[in-house]
């Protein structure tokens, strides 16, 4: 570290944390066995599956068929001829024989 006027700098000081926290690792992974720190706690993290599920509704459509039939009358006209005949009478009377 450097030392300027009795003060060190503040990388050095900052450095020399980082380096002693790192020797306080687990056991076995410094040079300063026997000491452990508790876990640290990270950061969960969330992972998420998405699942489909198929679901089968039957549906029952009724379906009618109506059907309509027209009767239709289609009316035609054919002339019936007829014929009749009168005959009147006519008396012309042209008086007695005792007119005479």
Do not use: L, W
Not at 17 to 40: D, L, R
Request: hydrophobic share 25%; charged share 15%.
């Amino acid at each position: 570290m450097n030392n300027t006027n009795g003060m060190y700098s503040n990388y050095e000081v900052e450095q020399g944390a980082y380096k002693e926290s790192c020797n306080m690792g687990y056991v076995g992974a410094s040079s300063m066995s026997g000491m452990s720190t508790s876990p640290i706690y990270e950061c969960p993290q969330e992972r998420v599956i998405h699942r489909e599920f198929v679901h089968e509704v039957p549906h029952i459509c009724p379906i009618n068929t109506k059907i309509v039939n027209h009767h239709i009358y289609k009316h035609t006209y054919s002339p019936c001829y007829t014929c009749c005949e009168e005959n009147e009478i006519c008396n012309i009377d042209q008086g007695c024989c005792n007119n005479f």
